[in-house]
């Protein structure tokens, strides 16, 4: 008779240290980046594009990349080798306000500001 011992499957809960489980459990969205758009690190405060893609937030833009929509929870390279076109997005939750950056500089009082008036998101 045949002895089956072996692990079916496993999962790994991956939180991204930019998120404070702490003072709020997250809630992670997949978004989706162009493929072809720049590399995003984590910590990142997005908004969304004409087109549904994830983009950086733009505090200067007439367009709707200025209404923001949540923060990179994951490092993303749509233009890398092996495309990464959908990413996971903090979409409520805490976030630490070190950690966050528009445009791969860090965030101003101002964009920490416009994040939390979105009303997801908060910072500590």
Do not use: C
């Amino acid at each position: 008779m045949a002895d089956f011992n072996g692990t079916i499957a496993s999962m790994q809960k991956v939180v991204h240290p930019i998120i404070d489980l702490i003072a709020h459990p997250p809630v992670l969205k997949d978004l989706d980046f162009e493929a072809a758009g720049p590399a995003l690190t984590a910590g990142e405060i997005l908004a969304l594009d004409a087109n549904d893609y994830a983009v950086s937030y733009d505090p200067d833009s007439l367009g709707p990349e200025v209404n923001i929509v949540g923060v990179l929870a994951e490092d993303v390279d749509p233009s890398g080798e092996i495309s990464d076109i959908n990413g996971k997005v903090l979409w409520h939750g805490a976030v630490k306000a070190s950690a966050l950056t528009v445009g791969g500089d860090p965030a101003t009082a101002t964009d920490i500001a416009s994040l939390e008036a979105a009303g997801r998101i908060f910072t500590v």
